[in-house]
């Protein structure tokens, strides 16, 4: 049944690609340059939308768990997944006390307001979440202290920070972002120019054709 279902879904991309490629041989050869240029701005727009994490998102947990895992949701969208473990602490050296754990961990994110959901699912023990919204500024980051243990979750943030100054990779990112979203606003805005220019022209020209073969028909 699987192999059909493959077998089927291959067919349908096979012919969805056919169907394209026909349409596309039969535009005239601005508008597939038009096309092109289009397709081309939609790349580096959604090369924008990937290079856009200019802030931090500083996670740190303190919790009471030997195992658990934890997941961190920004906007709705999985963004940092990740086990907890801890120990028993003694007291004095020599009275065995409760379970502690930390965990720390730095989690890019774009600027602006977010939703921030932290969920928390200890081994054998009943799923934890809780949710806070922050609004980070481009280039800082914010800490967010979360306190899990058994039967208890709770958030909050502890101040606001600038963030490292950029370099390597980073730097690389920042500025092919913004490369990104400059080349592909001028091109949109140029297909824009271009199809208030040349579209009132097609339009006559086809409302023209179609006259000259309704002439042509009317003297047959």
Do not use: C
Request: proline share 3%; no cysteine.
């Amino acid at each position: 049944m699987d192999s059909e279902s493959t077998t089927q879904a291959r067919e349908r991309v096979a012919q969805i690609w056919r169907q394209s490629r026909d349409w596309v041989v039969r535009l005239s050869l601005t508008a597939r340059i038009m096309l092109g240029l289009f397709l081309f701005a939609a790349v580096l727009v959604a090369l924008h939308t990937a290079f856009a994490k200019n802030a931090n998102l500083h996670l740190t947990v303190q919790h009471g768990f030997r195992s658990a895992d934890i997941s961190l949701w920004v906007d709705g969208d999985l963004a940092y997944s990740g086990k907890l473990s801890g120990s028993v602490k003694k007291k004095f050296g020599l009275i065995a006390g409760s379970v502690q754990g930390n965990l720390s961990e730095i989690v890019p994110i774009s600027s602006g307001i977010h939703q921030i959901r932290v969920q928390v699912q200890p081994e054998g023990g009943s799923l934890q979440q809780d949710t806070v919204t922050g609004d980070f500024a481009a280039n800082t980051e914010r800490k967010l202290s979360v306190s899990a243990r058994p039967g208890n979750l709770s958030l909050a943030w502890i101040g606001t920070t600038a963030a490292a100054p950029m370099s390597g990779p980073s730097w690389f990112a920042h500025y092919a972002s913004t490369a990104f979203l400059t080349i592909g606003g001028s091109i949109v805005s140029a297909l824009t120019g271009f199809a208030l220019r040349e579209l009132p022209a097609h339009i006559r020209s086809r409302q023209d054709n179609a006259v000259k073969a309704q002439s042509t028909v009317a003297g047959q």
